[in-house]
C-alpha cells in the first residue's frame, strides 16, 4: 500500500511538470531523492520515462481530431476529392511530417547515448543549471518578444527548416536533465517566432513520438520481466499521470492566451537554486 500510495504521488507530478515547462525529469529526480520507490534501480530508471505514456494518452485523446490523419469529417484539405484520397487529411500528414523532423536530433542521440548521458547527467547539480539557465531564458525571451508580433500563428505556418530548429532545442532537453523538453521547444519556438499558442501545442504534439520512443526503449531494455508490484506500480502511476495531465494540459492552454511564462521561468530560478541549497547541504545527492 505505501509503495502505491508514492506511485500515485509520482504520477501526480509527472502529470502536472510534464506539460508545464518546468522539467518533468528534473522533479522526479528530485522527488525520488525525498520519496524512493522500493524498486531495483533497472526498474526505477524505466519508470521514470514510461510512466510518461499516461500524460501521452491525454494528448492523443484532448487533441485526436487535430492528430488523426484519416476521415472524411472535417477533412478540410483531403488528398483528393473522391475515392480513398477523400479520407486522408493532407494537412494532418504534413504537421506529421513536421513532428518527425523535429524528432530527428533527439532520436539520434537518444538512441546512440541514452544510457552514457543518464549516467553522466542525471543528478542534482545538472537538474539545478538547467532549471536556472531556462528559468533565465524564459525570462529574456518573453521581455524581448513582449511588444513583438509572432511570425507564426499556426500550426499550418510551420515548415521544415522551423520544425528542425525546434528539434535542435529539444536535443538539449534530451542531454540534459532539467532543462524541460517541453520548456526548450516553448523557447526555441518563440526565439524564431512562433507564438505561445502554437508553441505548446506543437510541444504537446511533438511528445507522443518523442515519449513513446522512449518509453518504447526503456522497456526494450528493461524486458518484460514484471513482477506483480512493478506492474501495478507502473500502472498506477501512468493512470495518474493521464488524469492529472487532462487537468494541466487545458489550464495551460488557457493560461498562455492572457499570460506570458515568466512565472514559470521564475518558479525555475527558485527550484533550481533550492535544489543547489539541499545538495551542498547534503539533504540531497
Same mark, same amino acid.
Given at each position: 500500500?505505501?509503495?502505491?500510495?508514492?506511485?500515485?504521488?509520482?504520477?501526480?507530478?509527472?502529470?502536472?511538470?510534464?506539460?508545464?515547462?518546468?522539467?518533468?525529469?528534473?522533479?522526479?529526480?528530485?522527488?525520488?531523492?525525498?520519496?524512493?520507490?522500493?524498486?531495483?534501480?533497472?526498474?526505477?530508471?524505466?519508470?521514470?520515462?514510461?510512466?510518461?505514456?499516461?500524460?501521452?494518452?491525454?494528448?492523443?485523446?484532448?487533441?485526436?481530431?487535430?492528430?488523426?490523419?484519416?476521415?472524411?469529417?472535417?477533412?478540410?484539405?483531403?488528398?483528393?476529392?473522391?475515392?480513398?484520397?477523400?479520407?486522408?487529411?493532407?494537412?494532418?500528414?504534413?504537421?506529421?511530417?513536421?513532428?518527425?523532423?523535429?524528432?530527428?536530433?533527439?532520436?539520434?542521440?537518444?538512441?546512440?547515448?541514452?544510457?552514457?548521458?543518464?549516467?553522466?547527467?542525471?543528478?542534482?547539480?545538472?537538474?539545478?543549471?538547467?532549471?536556472?539557465?531556462?528559468?533565465?531564458?524564459?525570462?529574456?525571451?518573453?521581455?524581448?518578444?513582449?511588444?513583438?508580433?509572432?511570425?507564426?500563428?499556426?500550426?499550418?505556418?510551420?515548415?521544415?527548416?522551423?520544425?528542425?530548429?525546434?528539434?535542435?532545442?529539444?536535443?538539449?532537453?534530451?542531454?540534459?536533465?532539467?532543462?524541460?523538453?517541453?520548456?526548450?521547444?516553448?523557447?526555441?519556438?518563440?526565439?524564431?517566432?512562433?507564438?505561445?499558442?502554437?508553441?505548446?501545442?506543437?510541444?504537446?504534439?511533438?511528445?507522443?513520438?518523442?515519449?513513446?520512443?522512449?518509453?518504447?526503449?526503456?522497456?526494450?531494455?528493461?524486458?518484460?520481466? @514484471?513482477? %506483480?508490484?512493478?506492474?501495478?506500480?507502473?500502472?498506477? +502511476?501512468? &493512470? !495518474?499521470?493521464? #488524469?492529472?495531465?487532462?487537468? *494541466? /494540459?487545458?489550464?495551460?492552454?488557457?493560461?498562455?492566451?492572457?499570460?506570458? @511564462?515568466? %512565472?514559470?521561468?521564475?518558479?525555475?530560478?527558485?527550484? +533550481?537554486? &533550492? !535544489?543547489?541549497? #539541499?545538495?551542498?547541504?547534503? *539533504? /540531497?545527492?
Amino acid at each position: 500500500m505505501q509503495e502505491i500510495i508514492k506511485a500515485i504521488i509520482f504520477g501526480i507530478v509527472e502529470g502536472v511538470t510534464e506539460w508545464l515547462p518546468v522539467s518533468s525529469t528534473g522533479h522526479m529526480i528530485i522527488l525520488n531523492e525525498f520519496l524512493r520507490l522500493d524498486v531495483s534501480e533497472e526498474f526505477y530508471s524505466m519508470f521514470q520515462v514510461v510512466i510518461q505514456l499516461g500524460a501521452i494518452m491525454a494528448v492523443i485523446i484532448l487533441f485526436w481530431n487535430q492528430l488523426w490523419p484519416f476521415g472524411s469529417k472535417n477533412n478540410r484539405n483531403p488528398l483528393s476529392r473522391t475515392g480513398l484520397g477523400s479520407y486522408i487529411k493532407k494537412d494532418i500528414f504534413i504537421l506529421w511530417f513536421h513532428i518527425l523532423v523535429s524528432c530527428v536530433p533527439a532520436a539520434i542521440v537518444g538512441v546512440l547515448f541514452d544510457d552514457k548521458l543518464e549516467e553522466l547527467f542525471y543528478n542534482y547539480t545538472t537538474v539545478a543549471i538547467m532549471l536556472i539557465i531556462f528559468g533565465i531564458a524564459f525570462i529574456i525571451v518573453e521581455t524581448m518578444n513582449k511588444n513583438a508580433a509572432p511570425r507564426i500563428n499556426s500550426i499550418e505556418e510551420i515548415t521544415y527548416t522551423v520544425a528542425f530548429l525546434i528539434g535542435i532545442f529539444q536535443l538539449i532537453a534530451a542531454v540534459f536533465p532539467g532543462t524541460s523538453r517541453s520548456g526548450a521547444t516553448i523557447v526555441g519556438a518563440l526565439l524564431i517566432g512562433v507564438s505561445r499558442t502554437v508553441a505548446a501545442e506543437y510541444t504537446f504534439f511533438l511528445a507522443v513520438p518523442v515519449m513513446l520512443g522512449a518509453s518504447l526503449l526503456k522497456i526494450v531494455k528493461f524486458g518484460l520481466a @514484471f513482477t %506483480v508490484s512493478e506492474a501495478v506500480i507502473l500502472l498506477i +502511476g501512468m &493512470l !495518474v499521470a493521464f #488524469l492529472v495531465s487532462m487537468f *494541466v /494540459i487545458k489550464f495551460l492552454m488557457s493560461y498562455i492566451k492572457k499570460h506570458d @511564462f515568466k %512565472v514559470f521561468g521564475w518558479y525555475r530560478i527558485i527550484l +533550481g537554486i &533550492l !535544489v543547489l541549497v #539541499l545538495g551542498l547541504t547534503g *539533504v /540531497i545527492g
